[in-house]
């Protein structure tokens, strides 16, 4: 993002066909698309650390360097967290079994979209220890994944059950992620400076983004309940 805030255009998945036309015949109309403006606004994080200079020279490991990896850290916690809130308001779809999350997949979700699951880690044990018929885990190792796992073909994301909820709830967000949130980045910093007043340094780590929803049909947030 190059402003602060603004407006994105997106355009709603297309249905129309074209239509045969006889050699030399005017072009008939295209149908027109179906666009709508998603508005961003870009909201400023940031955190600075002290650090002595007598815990920088007497450490026995790079101590600036293992602050600045646990910063980055916060950072993904950050966007994830702000992420999360918003695929939390997706349309809400409750599951007890496989078969539920099949016909979400396969009639509930328009086939345009792309698939992917975000599990919370409680929804993703639910999905690592169920069984087809025959006795067969249906979780597949995968190299293209982040978790190096997919299911009934999807990919599978993996956060803590607190990003999606609370400690031992199952949640997951089934959709296609890049056409239902839209992410305005504007800026990403990392600052370490020295400060002569407490003879040390500082860290500072910062982000600038913003996060809407761009495509409230772009997916479902599923609970995952098993049976009584």
Do not use: C
């Not at 698309?33 to 600075?48: D, G, H, I, L, M």
């Not at 702000?82 to 999350?101: H, P, Q, R």
């Not at 982040?146 to 990003?163: E, F, Q």
């Not at 600052?191 to 500082?202: L, T």
């Amino acid at each position: 993002a190059s402003t602060q805030k603004g407006t994105y255009p997106t355009v709603a998945n297309a249905t129309t066909k074209m239509v045969t036309v006889a050699e030399l015949e005017k072009n008939p109309a295209m149908a027109k698309p179906e666009f709508k403006p998603v508005n961003w606004s870009v909201e400023t994080y940031r955190q600075a650390l002290p650090v002595s200079q007598e815990s920088i020279d007497d450490s026995a490991i790079d101590l600036v360097g293992l602050i600045a990896q646990n910063a980055q850290q916060i950072k993904v916690n950050t966007t994830n967290g702000a992420v999360a809130t918003l695929l939390k308001g997706f349309t809400a779809k409750a599951i007890s079994s496989v078969d539920d999350l099949k016909h979400i997949n396969n009639v509930d979700l328009d086939p345009a979209y792309s698939r992917v699951i975000i599990a919370s880690q409680s929804f993703y044990n639910f999905l690592d220890t169920v069984k087809d018929g025959n006795g067969r885990y249906l979780l597949q190792d995968s190299i293209l994944t982040p978790s190096g796992k997919s299911v009934l073909g999807m990919p599978i994301a993996v956060v803590s059950d607190d990003t999606l909820g609370v400690a031992g709830e199952a949640h997951a967000f089934l959709g296609d992620i890049k056409r239902a949130i839209l992410f305005a980045n504007r800026a990403d910093f990392m600052v370490r400076w020295v400060d002569d007043q407490i003879y040390g340094q500082f860290l500072q780590a910062g982000m600038r983004f913003g996060v809407s929803v761009a495509d409230e049909k772009a997916g479902y947030f599923l609970t995952y309940t098993p049976k009584a």
